[in-house]
């Protein structure tokens, strides 16, 4: 009897856990189907919008505001279609593309032609290639944070912001072991912030099998990071840093206040809530898991909304059609390539496309839909200064924004 009961024991021990893995690795491959083109709602929780700029810019994951300003800063990389280190879409035999490029969208004045509303920032001392995921800009030292993940070796660049002339100037490129995927970033200070590495096998030094375990099932061993910039005289300042949480894909991350920091769990339908402790004697706070939010599509980048405190959070509701979206713009994006390929391309690049959807999130009132859709693909970031009542959604691999307006 007691040999059964031990049994009975041992094999809970191991089932339990295995059905809670199973389940949630439903849960998230259950969108392929509900999310299907014939499948997924549709919201547009707004007065109006339109899309903006496609003829301007393209692939801009990340954005954020400067409300006081009237101002969207953007992160915009033409060459995300060769080079993807977070989807591993490498094109190793082409040319590398052009610099990625920051631009100011002057969302304010409505008054204002599309063709003076967005200006190119003019980036100044950074002899480097530059290929962006997130930016962070912290308003009161003017400090912008940019995630680089070009050939040489993926670092985080610092740049002194200057709003009235729209010019970044390159203050010191910060690299680290820790620094190994970085995407999205949060600012404490102009020396210190929290980072993410979406994952712990790079899609580079690992193309199939380990970097493929991590992401598909969800291992959390993938890093949240806290770093503090050390002032040595040196042009390339020196970093302390340290990993303050472990979770499966980290992507997006935001402070919600002085105490909770959320980060999206992209590969499993999840945005984390961490109490932050006070660092007291350590040199590093640490960082306790308190609760989740469950969500319809795998969350990208996260914004807070300055005015009322929601959390704003994009992401994507249908994997399969983002994953052949993003290798079709490989042509799809590139006329002269595109126009070799004759009519049957076209028609390709006509009909493929990718699903967005954005929320906001508060503590009272839960998880509402602000966007989801098809007409604008990919959507990575979702920004809102409701003072104004404007929102914008910017995306992976779209050709140029949606603003809305309320």
Request: proline letters at 5%.
């Given at each position: 009897m007691a040999s059964a009961n031990i049994r009975t024991s041992v094999l809970v021990v191991f089932l339990v856990p295995l059905i809670a893995f199973l389940a949630g690795r439903i849960r998230v491959l259950s969108l392929a189907y509900f999310n299907a083109p014939d499948r997924m709602p549709s919201h547009a929780n707004?007065?109006?919008?339109?899309?903006?700029?496609?003829?301007?810019?393209?692939?801009?994951?990340?954005?954020?505001?400067?409300?006081?300003?009237?101002?969207?800063?953007?992160?915009?990389?033409?060459?995300?279609?060769?080079?993807?280190?977070?989807?591993?879409?490498?094109?190793?035999?082409?040319?590398?593309?052009?610099?990625?490029e920051l631009y100011a969208y002057k969302y304010a004045d409505r008054a204002l032609p599309d063709t003076e509303s967005l200006v190119r920032i003019k980036v100044v001392g950074l002899n480097s290639e530059l290929r962006t995921l997130g930016l962070e800009f912290h308003e009161p030292s003017s400090t912008l944070f940019v995630t680089n993940h070009r050939r040489q070796g993926s670092r985080i660049e610092q740049f002194h912001l200057d709003l009235e002339t729209l010019t970044a100037t390159h203050v010191r490129s910060l690299s680290h072991p820790l620094i190994r995927t970085p995407n999205s970033i949060v600012a404490l200070s102009e020396s210190e912030f929290f980072f993410t590495n979406q994952h712990h096998f790079t899609a580079r030094e690992h193309p199939s099998l380990l970097w493929g375990l991590e992401t598909y099932v969800a291992l959390p061993i993938a890093s949240v990071v806290h770093a503090r910039i050390l002032e040595d005289g040196a042009l390339d300042g020196a970093l302390d840093a340290a990993v303050v949480a472990r979770q499966a894909y980290p992507n997006g991350i935001a402070l919600l206040n002085d105490t909770t920091l959320a980060v999206a769990a992209t590969n499993k339908r999840l945005v984390y809530l961490y109490t932050v402790s006070s660092q007291g004697t350590q040199t590093h706070p640490s960082l306790k898991l308190d609760s989740s939010i469950w969500l319809p599509f795998l969350p990208d980048n996260l914004a807070v909304s300055k005015s009322d405190g929601a959390l704003l959070i994009a992401g994507h509701p249908h994997l399969p059609s983002l994953n052949k979206f993003a290798r079709s713009r490989q042509i799809c994006h590139r006329p002269e390539e595109s126009a070799k390929k004759g009519r049957e391309i076209k028609d390709m690049c006509a009909g493929t496309g990718a699903a967005s959807w954005t929320s906001e999130w508060t503590p009272e009132g839960g998880v509402k839909h602000i966007y989801s859709g098809w007409e604008y693909p990919s959507s990575a970031t979702v920004v809102r200064d409701r003072e104004k009542g404007v929102g914008i959604v910017a995306a992976l691999y779209a050709r140029g924004l949606l603003v809305w307006r309320d």
């Open positions: 707004f007065t109006s919008y339109e899309i903006k700029f496609v003829d301007q810019i393209r692939n801009c994951e990340d954005a954020l505001l400067v409300e006081a300003r009237g101002l969207a800063l953007l992160a915009c990389d033409p060459g995300r279609e060769m080079w993807n280190t977070v989807m591993g879409h490498f094109a190793d035999s082409a040319e590398p593309d052009p610099n990625a």
